[in-house]
């Protein structure tokens, strides 16, 4: 019987990462409540369950060399559900023996007057920063125990194809590929490092495989940081529309936080679009030798992408 690479999530991170471990060759299977979306790839094996159910979980992993943690709550519910979800995942990748590769953000660092390295102290102090790092503190204690072998892949704010809720994801290309204006988060000058999801979800099942991953963290590959007002500016470009830019400020997050709860929450994290934001990843490139897509081909993948579906992104199961 081969081993199976098992996904959490069938949201944007989990289906690259998903389509990465299908090109290797490997079996993999994908774990969601809600059931794949209708538009999911084939060639996996699908299988449903609920996280915290531990049997369900238990069966969903069975004969896993890998678990990739993919899956997460609604952004405004991570104090509550985000570490039960995790400690449910890292419980049935434990029973399993398999590595576990855990999909992370840059929130545990807080605000830093650097590039981001992997070996800065977690010293948030945002609500979602500091369970990031707990979370985070959590899975490499059970590694250093030697429970299961554990690693994280650390992206910045993703773009790209099937990302809605993000800084760049569906209010953004959505009236940008239809020839309205495009809000920019925070400074639009500000230099920034951005994540192509599938960039993503490759070194993802690079983590899973490559026996130096485990026992860190991994800052995965980005292109040279860019600022959201040049990002944008660019992607006008691509989709032959004139360029309209305004800035979403902290005070029309708080504004909007009044009646979205995604927003109310974006407001909290606000100062990584109001200074520069870098992220340092040339350990991964000297471990592994891969880098990003080039920005010009991510944005016109994602331009094309979002402008065939009419600047929509298809609801995302988890």
Known sequence: MSQIHVVIGAGPVGRWTATALLRRGRSVRVVSRRGLPADFPAGF?????????????????????????????????????????????????????ARLVAAENLYAYGPVDRAMTEDLPLAASTRKGRVRAAMTERLFAAHARGELAVTVGRASDLFGPWVAVSALGERTFGPLVAGRTAEAPGDPDQPRSWTYVEDFGEALAVLGERDEAPGRAWHVPNDPPTSAGTLLRQAFT????????????????????????AAREMVEMAYAFERPFVVDHSAWTRTFGTEATPLDAALRRTVDWFALRGGRAAPAAA
């Open 45 to 97: 094996e699908e299988r449903r369950a609920d996280v915290l159910d531990a049997a369900a979980m238990r069966n969903a992993v069975a004969g896993a060399v890998a678990v990739y943690q993919c899956a997460q709550p609604a952004y405004h519910r991570w104090p509550e559900e985000f570490p039960p979800l995790q400690e449910a995942v890292l419980a049935a990748a434990r029973e399993a023996g």
């Open 238 to 261: 691509i989709a032959g529309r004139p360029v309209r830019i305004t800035r979403m400020t902290r005070f029309k997050l708080m504004v909007g936080g009044l009646f979205i709860p």
